[in-house]
C-alpha cells in the first residue's frame, strides 16, 4: 500500500508531541512531589514501629530550592514540646529569629523514663531504639526532616534549656560530625561525657550567677560552668590568651570570649548578673542584651559555623 506521506509526517508528529506532553506533566517541581508546611506545626517520626513526636517551625521565607539551616531545640527535664515551643519561640521571640535567619527549628519531646518525666539521656548505649537512645533520635529526627525539607546538613545546631543543654553537649561530644555548633541556656555539661578527641566544636553559653537549679560554680552532680568552659577551651584547644571580656550594658553581666581552637572553633559564655531587674536564674533568657535578645545573640553565633570548618 502507498502511504500518504504528508498524512504519515502528521501523526509521527502527533504522537511525540503527546508523548512528550505526558513526560512534561509527570515531572513535578521538587517543592510538589513533598507536603510543605510552613509555621509551627505538630510533626511524628517513625522508626522500626515507634513513634516519637515534635514541634516544628518552617519560616516564611523557606524556598525548597535553597539548602536551609536546622536548629533542634531541646526543652528541659520535665518539659512538654508544645509548651516548649510557644515559650521560648513565640514569647522569647525565636521564631522572630527563625524568620530573618531563614533556619528551620524544631522541638522534640522527650521521653519519661525511670527518674518520672520527660527527659534527656545525652549517653549513648549503642541502641537502635529511638525511646532508648537519644543520640541515635536525634540522628533520624535529622534524616526525618531532610526527607521533605531541603536541609544543609552542613548548617545543623543543637540548642537546649536546662537538661536540655545537657543533650546539646553530649551531641557536640558523641555526634560532632552532625552537629556544627552548640547553644546552652541554663544547661552543663555532664561529667560522665568522654568527647570524640579528633573532632571540635564551637559553643555558645548563657548561664545565671544566681542559678539554683543548675549553679553557676557547680554543686552535688553538676560540676561548675568555668570548669566546662575550661573543658572545652582544651578539648578544641583554643588559647587562654585570646580571653576577652566584655562589660554588658547596665552592668548585668559579662561576655567572655575565647577564638581561634582547632577548626576554627570559639566559646562565648554570656554570665547573667540580672534579667528584668531580678537576678539571673535558672530560665531561657529573654531580656535584650545591649540591644539584642539572647536568641538573636545565640543565633548570630552558630550561624558562624559548619560541620565543614
Known amino acids: 500500500m502507498k502511504l ?9 508528529f502527533t504522537l511525540f508531541s503527546c508523548e512528550n506532553e505526558n513526560s512534561d506533566s509527570n515531572e513535578l517541581d521538587p517543592a510538589e512531589e513533598v507536603q510543605i508546611e510552613l509555621g ?57 529569629v527563625s524568620e530573618s535567619g531563614k533556619f528551620i527549628v524544631v522541638y522534640p519531646q522527650g521521653v519519661i523514663r525511670v527518674k518520672g518525666a520527660a527527659e534527656w539521656d545525652p549517653g549513648d548505649n ?5 525511646n532508648d537512645n537519644d543520640l541515635f533520635f536525634t540522628e533520624k529526627l535529622i534524616e526525618n526532616i531532610d526527607k521533605t525539607y531541603n536541609i544543609d546538613l552542613t548548617k545543623v545546631y543543637a ?7 545537657m543533650m546539646a553537649y ?23 561525657d568522654s568527647c ?20 553557676f560554680n557547680g554543686e552535688f552532680d553538676f560540676d561548675s560552668v568555668p570548669y566546662v568552659v575550661n573543658f572545652w577551651l582544651n578539648h ?10 566584655t562589660q554588658l550594658n547596665g552592668g548585668v553581666g559579662t561576655k567572655t570570649e575565647y577564638t581561634g ?17 531580678k537576678e539571673g536564674g535558672h530560665v531561657w533568657f529573654g531580656d535584650a542584651i545591649n540591644g539584642k535578645i539572647p536568641g538573636q545573640i545565640m543565633w548570630d553565633f552558630l550561624s558562624n559555623y559548619t560541620t565543614n570548618d
Open 4 to 12: 500518504n506521506y504528508s498524512l504519515f509526517t502528521i501523526l509521527i
Open 126 to 130: 549503642s541502641s537502635t531504639n529511638i
Open 40 to 96: 509551627k506545626t505538630n510533626q511524628t517520626i517513625e522508626h522500626n514501629g515507634i513513634t516519637r513526636t515534635y514541634v516544628q517551625y518552617v519560616p516564611n521565607s523557606y524556598n525548597h530550592e535553597n539548602p536551609t539551616p536546622l536548629v533542634i531545640n531541646f526543652h528541659g527535664n520535665g518539659g512538654d514540646a508544645q509548651a516548649y515551643a510557644d515559650s521560648t519561640g513565640d514569647f522569647y521571640q525565636f521564631h522572630n
Open 170 to 192: 553530649g551531641l557536640a561530644c558523641k555526634r560532632p560530625t552532625k552537629i556544627a555548633a552548640i547553644g546552652i541556656m541554663s544547661g552543663i555539661m555532664l561529667p560522665d
Open 236 to 245: 578544641n584547644s583554643i588559647p587562654l590568651s585570646s580571653e576577652t571580656i
Open 261 to 277: 581552637g582547632n577548626g576554627n572553633t570559639d566559646f562565648t559564655l554570656y554570665k547573667i548578673d540580672e534579667e528584668y531587674g
Open 196 to 215: 570524640n578527641s579528633n573532632e571540635y566544636t564551637s559553643v555558645i553559653h548563657f548561664h545565671g550567677t544566681y542559678d539554683d537549679s543548675i549553679p
Open 159 to 165: 540548642v537546649g534549656f536546662s537538661n536540655g543543654g
